[in-house]
């Protein structure tokens, strides 16, 4: 049976005498036991990739510049690099484009946002190192039920969503914490579930998202 072959993107790093790239090893982790395999991004042509893999994991990190949503910087908090931002809206569209499946985490639902016309708050308060509710509909709750605790690592979130996109979840102050998109394999959550699945990492007591992964998987 063939293992789907799943590109994960990646931050980038100065290190002494280069830049690195880096990403959390519990999103190969999770990946692996969805029955997936996660290679990790570090360059050469988007629609190569895109050709080669089946699908493509948008992952956690710093913020994408204002710019891409036609906004000056407006909060001194950012954490900035125009470069991952143009790889990953160049991987975005390349498989988006062949209809192979995105799954946007944090970071990735705000870039999946952004990258289909849509727009973001730079700066929110009380989403950063927590844990919350939220209320789920449609599809995520047809998996998870209505209500649910999640992770909040992020201090950033979508504002106006994108045309063509669903919100399937939100937070009680009206976040939008999950967006899909109705007829193509695009998944996007705010919250982080690869550290939420047992065995593998557990920010929330009897949570498991693996399902998330599954999807992933499951629709390459």
Request: hydrophobic letters at 40%; glycine letters at 10%.
């Amino acid at each position: 049976m063939k293992i789907p072959l799943i590109l994960v993107s990646s931050g980038r790093f100065m290190d002494t005498l280069s830049i690195s790239r880096r990403q959390s090893e519990l999103y190969a982790a999770c990946l692996s036991a969805a029955g997936g395999a996660g290679v990790l991004y570090s360059g050469a042509s988007a629609a190569a990739l895109a050709d080669r893999c089946d699908g493509l994991l948008l992952a956690g990190g710093g913020d994408l510049h204002p710019a891409r949503y036609g906004q000056a910087c407006a909060c001194n908090r950012l954490c900035l690099d125009p470069v991952r931002d143009e790889e990953e809206e160049a991987l975005f569209h390349a498989f988006f484009a062949r209809g192979k499946p995105v799954l946007g985490i944090c970071r990735g639902i705000q870039a999946i946002n952004v990258f289909l016309g849509g727009t973001l708050h730079q700066h929110v308060d009380g989403h950063a190192g927590c844990c919350h509710p939220i209320h789920c509909t449609g599809w995520l709750a047809e998996r998870f039920g209505a209500g649910m605790m999640v992770n909040s690592y992020h201090h950033q979130t979508t504002d106006r969503i994108a045309a063509g996109l669903v919100a399937v979840a939100h937070a009680p102050d009206g976040t939008a914490e999950a967006l899909i998109h109705p007829s193509a394999p695009l998944l996007g959550v705010q919250w982080h579930p690869e550290r939420m699945v047992p065995s593998i990492c557990e920010d929330v007591t009897y949570a498991n998202h693996l399902p998330l992964f599954d999807w992933l998987c499951s629709h390459c």
